[in-house]
């Protein structure tokens, strides 16, 4: 039969879980009622590990990220579904197909690996208590977690390479709620054998290791067990009992979907079996870890308490922010010895960065041959990097100098301000940036008429709009906070994260807006720069010449470098704050995406781009020549 590649189709149809007209209505408000459960409960998790102290170890912490991703999972199927059920309309684009089938199997296989990591947390705990904490140190917790994510990034990767080489016949309707991988392959008219063949290995090694993994954690800390007393046998139990169920739960149900799947013929069964692991585990995790754990449980009754002490009078009698004169900025070290490396160290790179980025705006604003949309991005996002520099280091430096640590409470709320808004800027430009890359080597011919300048603008526009927004957001809603006295900031900027932890106030509407907002301007760009990034090497793989092959991918290396810095020392810096609990470690984390991601940006595009060598080596001449 002869296959049309999918370029041409206009949509999938998700046939979802049932043509009945009368079902509909229930089936939306069922699954509406399942979403909101599900992230409520596992927001008020991550709130109150976040919020109490007594759950900063290692198990909670993995536990948080575990709550994160059942969020992310259930957002990456069920407001798609939601939104069909409502508006009638089964379809779903090609792109948005194959961005679900992927996220699903990168958030799926994160799942897997959480739990695994999370046995082994229990494992340590039970088998090897003395030596738990040196073992489940701070970083190793992050590393672990870092891992799970690069795993599951590859499988994400890999999943959307081989999706996007598949071509479809014209039955494109897909008897399911969500792009499902093995229903995408069924629907496919070209070889699916490669795909078939990497979808059981990927499956094997993603989900069989950690599932073994689990299963020899759980033997061996059976056998430690049974040589405890009957009391230390409950105690020890009662430990991994939650997280025995959440296991049981999520396999048995992954297992349950597969055998119906094999002893069935009908795939609308199959897609009511897979409600089971796909949406059901998500939204009862949360009740299996709050019901079965009392640190849990304490913790939410506290955090119940300090969502009450909105409505009522704080009893703690703090003072008002505004009624005290500055905060402090203890900086990265306390050693008056350091103080002048530090101040000679950051006025370096403070320098280079503002030299830098400014000959990249000079050379992009003399140069004619460098007036293209790629190196107006490059040059907004110079000039944002100038600013972002320049909203903490000249602080900094002034503190450093006179050795004062004080700033004062307007400069602190502006210092955030600022932050926020250039760094929001930066995440906007950067996707940017990748689409302008994904229009110019999937759409060649079609590059002038799309990125054309008033387009261009409103790109830029919006970003800073949002940005902007997003800041003044985060500022008004810390201008109702209270303070107690001790207004020690740890660190060489005034940091929103820091700010709410030192509120007497409840912070709670705070916390909530931050990860919020914070999933939203960060998870959707990111995803954006990946399926960008996953359209470009599919285009590329099809073009016959090594060099040309070269010459589209070289295009963009200068700009996934910049994007792995970013995101790669921003990742870290929340690993870090994650995984220690020193404040002073934290700041220096910090340090690699809020200056060394600005000074490097001018380099990266300087040495690896022809056209910017000739326009700074033309800009040179220039200047000399004036002289």
Request: overall charge neutral.
């Amino acid at each position: 039969m002869e296959g049309e590649n999918h370029t041409s189709l206009p949509q999938f149809l998700l046939l979802g879980l049932s043509d009945d007209p009368e079902l509909q209505s229930m089936l939306f408000g069922l699954f509406l009622s399942m979403y909101l459960i599900t992230v409520f409960g596992n927001l008020l998790i991550i709130l109150a590990v976040t919020s109490d102290p007594h759950l900063h170890t290692p198990m909670y912490f993995f536990l948080s990220n575990l709550s994160f991703t059942d969020i992310c999972l259930s957002t990456t199927t069920i407001p798609k579904m939601l939104v069909n059920l409502h508006t009638r309309d089964q379809s779903i684009t090609h792109q948005g197909c194959l961005l679900q089938v992927c996220l699903v199997w990168n958030f799926a296989f994160l799942e897997n690996c959480l739990l695994a990591v999370m046995a082994y947390d229990r494992f340590v705990a039970i088998c090897h208590p003395l030596s738990y904490t040196v073992t489940m140190s701070p970083r190793l917790c992050a590393l672990l977690i870092l891992f799970s994510v690069l795993i599951s990034v590859m499988s994400f990767l890999l999943m959307a390479l081989m999706a996007t080489h598949l071509s479809f016949c014209q039955d494109v309707e897909i008897p399911h709620f969500f792009c499902e991988l093995a229903q995408v392959i069924k629907l496919a008219c070209s070889d699916t054998f490669v795909n078939n063949i990497l979808t059981y290995t990927a499956t094997f090694l993603c989900a069989g290791i950690p599932l073994g993994g689990i299963i020899f954690s759980y033997s061996q800390i059976g056998s430690s067990v049974l040589k405890l007393s009957v009391r230390g046998r409950r105690k020890a139990f009662s430990t991994c009992g939650s997280h025995l169920c959440v296991v049981c739960l999520f396999y048995g149900a992954g297992l349950g979907v597969y055998i119906s799947s094999a002893v069935t013929d009908s795939p609308r069964k199959s897609a009511v079996a897979s409600v089971m692991y796909s949406v059901v585990p998500q939204m009862l995790n949360p009740f299996i870890y709050s019901l079965r754990n009392r640190d849990m449980k304490g913790a939410l009754r506290r955090l119940a308490a300090r969502v009450a002490s909105l409505c009522s009078i704080n009893n703690m009698n703090p003072r008002n922010i505004s009624d005290a004169e500055e905060f402090f900025l203890l900086g990265l070290s306390g050693d008056l010895e350091l103080q002048p490396i530090l101040f000679g160290l950051f006025l370096s790179i403070y320098l280079v960065t503002v030299l830098g980025n400014l000959l990249i705006i000079l050379a992009i604003s003399y140069d004619p041959h460098l007036h293209t949309p790629m190196f107006f991005f490059l040059s907004t996002l110079s000039v944002t990097d100038v600013c972002f520099i320049s909203t903490t280091i000249p602080k900094m430096l002034a503190n450093l100098q006179t050795q004062n640590k004080s700033i004062s409470y307007p400069g602190c709320l502006t210092q955030i301000c600022f932050v926020l808004l250039f760094a929001g800027l930066e995440n906007g430009i950067l996707i940017m940036m990748a689409y302008d890359r994904f229009v110019a080597i999937c759409h060649p011919l079609r590059y002038n008429v799309i990125m054309n300048p008033k387009f261009c603008g409103m790109l830029i526009t919006l970003s800073f709009l949002i940005s902007f927004l997003d800041a003044l957001l985060h500022t008004l809603m810390a201008l109702r906070l209270s303070f107690c006295p001790h207004l020690e900031i740890p660190h060489f900027f005034c940091e929103l994260a820091h700010l709410l932890k030192l509120a007497c106030s409840p912070t709670l509407i705070n916390n909530i807006l931050v990860y919020v907002v914070t999933g939203l301007l960060g998870v959707i760009p990111v995803s954006g720069i990946v399926f960008s990034y996953i359209q470009i090497i599919s285009s590329v793989l099809k073009i016959p010449s090594a060099g040309g092959k070269h010459k589209a991918f070289s295009t963009c290396v200068s700009h996934l470098i910049i994007v792995s810095l970013f995101y790669g020392t921003g990742f870290g810096v929340y690993l870090s704050s994650m995984g220690t609990h020193s404040d002073s470690k934290s700041a220096i984390a910090s340090v690699m995406y809020t200056v060394v991601t600005p000074m490097m940006n001018p380099f990266i595009y300087s040495l690896r781009n022809k056209d910017m060598v000739e326009a700074v080596r033309k800009l040179t001449c220039r200047i000399v020549s004036f002289h």
